[in-house]
């Protein structure tokens, strides 16, 4: 029995688990057909040299001469960024039905908030470049201090599975100082002392030194379906095992061959937070093809024309001479020449040059130029989409076509990532809006003038009958008191609607919202009928041609305006929000900012 306890907690260390994993990672490769192998680890090693500019083979050759490096992947990388961008104002919720319009729109501004609070413009950024160089990125959504926070995890910190993303457990290996070991107050703070007294220096997962700082400890985090004998420090033998959702902080050191184990945290937790997204994902490998990926051989080529024609123009610089005169043999003439020597040589064996000075530069340049125009070929990014003049006596519809017929792929690519945020709105931010309900604060809205007459047109119909109502019952109580005040006047909807707007309208793009005008109800409550798995998540593709928008638009409401006023109007709102430069808002009547006296609207919560 002791025998099988100790065998037991072997097979259930959760260190050994992710060193076997670390070393399969390293050294494995991935068979995927009979003519493909493919090494994981290799290909972001090379993606990581070539954004740097930097050989895998060496910066010099077998002669110690300096090899160029004439970097293309920067530029397709750069593209495919740029052409699948997607920005925080391009996602909303929408409603799926009549009756959830209002509280969806709620939602939707919950959201916004949200996304500004955690800067999520800026995650949408850096995932984005991370995608269009390696084909696929990892998120990772954690809860700190009452946030939900996203980040795009690097690559070189994982340690995944080549094949499957959700194959074993989620792997990141990272380095903390010691001051930010201690200011982790969930970890183990006797492990940590442990872990300080043996601080060691960065190193890459391949076990080189990062750099010559010695005051770092070594960091995995795991997190991933476990047998819940991974929480335990003596496992017993279990013969149907219950799986369950944990995270392990663990560290380990090596001792002339033998491990020594920390572990740091673990327990249990809520959900997996790392996603792997994809912009085109690929069948039996966790990373996709990214942009850099693909001009691997146009590259290498290209590096290999650049470095023939700089030793090719390099041997047509120098002056070479022969001779059959034995004297002169190793001499380098020209270095050693002063004004007035004389040279003897014997007869008939004259020094004459060598023919060095016509190479096939014309040659070499053309091969460069096919793997140039192969790599754009490969990356669907010519010269319309890099933003470069097309040749003397393009057409420009011929360009724009190529453009257009290029950028569909980006369509795609985009639609892929659309997906994604949904995914991850679903599965990490929704639960954590919904978790942050249960009070009464008032949500500041920023609004376009399309929403703001959305949720003015439902709010100000029964806010004017409610302050009517208000009044007249103001007014009757100082008639009782007062027989000669005058007597409230008829209910007029249109001119009570009226006030209100003028008093809306002072509060310019901003409309404040509660969950009930006497604060009786938490957002909690209000959302309680709320179906959000059936809200709709909308993102929108912000890559458009909008000099052919603005083109359009400006012609439809020259032809609208002496016909239809009230449709060019929304026209030119239109217009003025597609350039960004004002906002309808200014242009219309009492749009400067609200004063301190203006009451607040308030959101009911039964519309």
Same mark, same amino acid.
């Given at each position: 029995?002791?025998?099988? %306890? %100790?065998?037991s907690?072997i097979?259930?260390?959760?260190q050994?688990l992710?060193? *076997? ?6 050294n494995?490769t991935t068979?995927?057909s ?17 954004l ?5 083979? @060496?910066d010099?050759d077998?002669l ?5 490096f ?6 397709a990388s ?5 052409a699948?961008d997607?920005? %925080?104002k &391009?996602i ?9 319009h ?7 501004v ?15 950024n850096?995932w984005g ?11 990772k959504?954690v809860e700190?201090?009452g @946030?939900?926070?996203?980040s795009?995890?690097p690559w070189?910190?994982?340690i995944?599975?080549p ?15 010691p001051?930010q070991l ?28 990062? *750099?010559n ?12 379906e476990?047998?819940s004998?991974y929480l335990?420090d003596?496992p017993?033998?279990? *013969? ?16 002339g061959?033998?491990?020594k184990?920390?572990?740091?945290y ?6 997996d ?5 994809h912009?085109?994902?690929?069948? @039996? %490998? ?5 942009a850099?990926?693909?001009l691997?051989d146009s590259?290498?080529?290209?590096n290999?024309a +650049?470095k023939n024609?700089?030793?090719?123009l ?7 001479l022969?001779t ?8 380098n003439?020209?270095?050693?020449i002063e ?5 003897y040589?014997?007869?008939?064996s004259?020094l ?20 140039? &125009?192969?790599?754009? *070929?490969v990356t ?12 003397s006596?393009t057409?420009?519809?011929?360009g724009?076509?190529l453009?257009?017929?290029?950028g569909?792929?980006f369509?795609v690519?985009t639609e ?10 679903r599965?990490y931010?929704?639960?954590?809006i919904k978790? #942050?309900?249960?009070?009464?604060d /008032?949500?500041?809205?920023v609004?376009?003038a ?5 949720i ?5 119909? #029964? ?5 009517y ?5 103001? +007014? ?8 000669? /005040?005058?007597?409230?006047? +008829?209910?007029?909807s ?5 006030? =209100? ?8 793009? #901003?409309r404040?919202?509660k969950?009930?005008?006497m604060?009786k ?16 998540? /909308?993102v929108?593709?912000e ?9 359009t638009?400006?012609?439809?409401? !020259? !032809? ?6 009230v449709?060019a ?14 906002s309808?808002?200014?242009? !219309?009547?009492? @749009?400067?900012k609200s004063?301190?006296?203006v009451?607040q609207?308030? =959101?009911q919560?039964?519309?």
């Amino acid at each position: 029995m002791a025998g099988q %306890r %100790r065998w037991s907690a072997i097979m259930y260390n959760i260190q050994q688990l992710v060193r *076997d994993a670390e070393t399969n990672y390293l050294n494995g490769t991935t068979k995927i057909s009979d003519y493909v192998t493919w090494d994981m680890h290799d290909t972001l090693e090379t993606i990581e040299a070539y954004l740097n500019s930097t050989h895998i083979s @060496g910066d010099t050759d077998s002669l110690g001469r300096e090899k160029p490096f004439f970097n293309i992947v920067t530029a397709a990388s750069n593209v495919w960024y740029r052409a699948t961008d997607i920005d %925080r104002k &391009n996602i909303r919720f929408v409603p799926d039905k009549k009756s959830s319009h209002t509280l969806a729109y709620v939602a939707d501004v919950m959201l916004q908030n949200w996304m500004n609070k955690n800067r999520f413009g800026q995650f949408l950024n850096d995932w984005g470049r991370t995608l269009a160089r390696y084909g696929s990125a990892v998120v990772k959504f954690v809860e700190q201090n009452g @946030g939900l926070v996203p980040s795009v995890i690097p690559w070189n910190r994982l340690i995944p599975d080549p094949v499957q993303f959700d194959a074993i457990p989620r792997i990141e290996k990272f380095y903390l100082t010691p001051a930010q070991l201690r200011k982790r107050k969930a970890y183990d703070q006797d492990v940590v002392e442990q872990l300080i007294e043996s601080q060691t220096t960065r190193k890459t997962l391949d076990g080189v030194d990062k *750099d010559n700082q010695s005051n770092f400890i070594e960091i995995y985090e795991v997190h991933g379906e476990l047998d819940s004998r991974y929480l335990q420090d003596d496992p017993d033998w279990q *013969d149907s095992p219950e799986y369950t959702q944990q995270m392990h902080v663990i560290s380990y050191i090596n001792e002339g061959g033998k491990h020594k184990d920390f572990t740091l945290y673990r327990g249990k937790e809520a959900k997996d937070p790392y996603m792997i997204t994809h912009l085109i994902e690929e069948e @039996g %490998r966790t990373l996709a093809q990214g942009a850099v990926e693909l001009l691997f051989d146009s590259q290498w080529m290209v590096n290999h024309a +650049q470095k023939n024609t700089k030793d090719t123009l390099d041997i047509a610089s120098k002056l070479i001479l022969q001779t059959s005169d034995m004297s002169f043999a190793g001499r380098n003439i020209l270095s050693s020449i002063e004004t007035g020597d004389i040279f003897y040589h014997q007869p008939n064996s004259p020094l004459t040059r060598l023919a060095n000075d016509k190479p096939d530069i014309t040659a070499l340049q053309n091969f460069q130029t096919q793997w140039m &125009n192969l790599s754009q *070929d490969v990356t669907s990014t010519p010269e319309a989409m890099r933003g470069q003049t097309m040749p003397s006596g393009t057409p420009y519809s011929l360009g724009a076509y190529l453009g257009e017929q290029a950028g569909s792929l980006f369509e795609v690519m985009t639609e892929n990532k659309g997906l994604a945020i949904e995914e991850m709105l679903r599965r990490y931010v929704i639960p954590h809006i919904k978790k #942050k309900l249960n009070n009464k604060d /008032e949500v500041v809205a920023v609004l376009e003038a399309d929403k703001i007459k959305e949720i003015d047109t439902a709010y100000v119909p #029964k806010e004017a009958v409610k302050r009517y109502n208000k009044r007249v019952a103001e +007014q009757a109580l100082k008639a009782v008191e007062n027989p000669n /005040e005058p007597l409230p006047e +008829q209910f007029d909807s249109a001119q009570e609607e009226q006030r =209100l707007i003028e008093s809306l309208r002072q509060l310019g793009n #901003k409309r404040y919202l509660k969950p009930d005008e006497m604060d009786k109800k938490t957002w909690k409550e209000v959302f309680s009928d709320f179906q959000w798995d059936n809200v709709k998540v /909308e993102v929108t593709n912000e890559n458009t041609d909008k000099q052919a928008v603005l083109q359009t638009l400006a012609s439809l409401y !020259t !032809t609208t305006a002496k016909t239809d006023p009230v449709k060019a109007n929304a026209i030119l709102a239109r217009i003025m929000t597609e350039t960004g430069v004002f906002s309808p808002i200014e242009f !219309t009547e009492g @749009g400067q900012k609200s004063p301190a006296s203006v009451q607040q609207p308030q =959101l009911q919560a039964n519309q």
